[in-house]
């Protein structure tokens, strides 16, 4: 069985670039959600995912967007990067739709530097 | 607005000794109640969890206290060993009216000395 798997694991970009983080589930969840992970600091929920809709978002402004895609995988893309943005961003998958379980099942992250 | 405190912020215990993480909570409607642990470089993975209508979860070494009237958990980690150094992170999520939301704790590094 498969894990979370997220790419790339780490990146470079400037101030204004544009990024997109990507995210394979785990072998059958349905439920992908994406956290942002400052230094020193509990993840933020961002976003998360179920049947390809976006269902539950926390504070983070629309420049923050995201995709699921029919296999489950999701895209995190994040538009006129900030300073503040530089974090890890972490992917979590879980089974059984939105409500489940309530398991996390988190990839080890991208970690996101914008100069 | 911090919906779940955790406290303390770092922890240094002997080998051998209990490690105690508390973490207190504001909404009434958090369903779940889990800890992760992070290690450098890793992701967080889930270590136990609790539900509301139960006052304690044991998973080995591992004990989840919840008082849900003080609106209150917390983890402890029996015979604490070198290798349980990590981060942890007590998370609570919202029911059916929060949209299921995570809400997570800004963690406990926990350093075990051999």
């Known amino acids: 069985e498969t894990g979370v798997t997220q790419s790339p694991t780490h990146l470079i970009k400037t101030r204004g670039q544009q990024v997109t983080l990507r995210c394979s589930s785990q072998s059958g969840h349905n439920t992908v959600s994406w956290y942002q992970q400052a230094l020193g600091q509990g993840p933020q929920f961002i976003f998360q995912?179920?049947?390809?809709?976006?269902?539950g978002r926390g504070n983070f402004p629309p420049r923050f967007s995201g995709l699921q895609f029919p296999n489950y995988s999701s895209e995190l893309n994040v538009n006129a990067l900030e300073l503040d943005d530089s974090a890890l961003y972490l992917c979590?998958?879980?089974?059984?739709?939105?409500?489940?379980?309530?398991?996390?099942?988190f990839g080890e992250g991208s970690r996101l530097t914008v100069l | 607005q911090q919906q779940v405190k955790q406290s303390p912020q770092s922890l240094i215990v002997q080998k051998g000794g209990i490690s105690i993480i508390n973490c207190a909570y504001e909404?009434?409607?958090?369903?779940?109640f889990p800890w992760y642990q992070q290690f450098p470089g890793k992701g967080p993975a889930l270590l136990i969890a609790i539900r509301p209508d139960v006052s304690e979860k044991k998973e080995g070494r591992f004990t989840i206290s919840f008082n849900k009237s003080a609106k209150q958990f917390s983890l402890h980690i029996m015979d604490s060993q070198p290798g349980d150094s990590a981060t942890y992170f007590c998370a609570a999520r919202g029911g059916s009216g929060g949209s299921y939301i995570p809400t997570f704790g800004r963690g406990t590094s926990l350093i075990v000395h051999p």
């Open positions: 909404n009434t409607a958090f369903d779940y």
């Open positions: 995912y179920y049947r390809e809709e976006e269902n």
């Open positions: 979590a998958s879980s089974p059984g739709g939105v409500a489940g379980t309530g398991e996390l099942f």
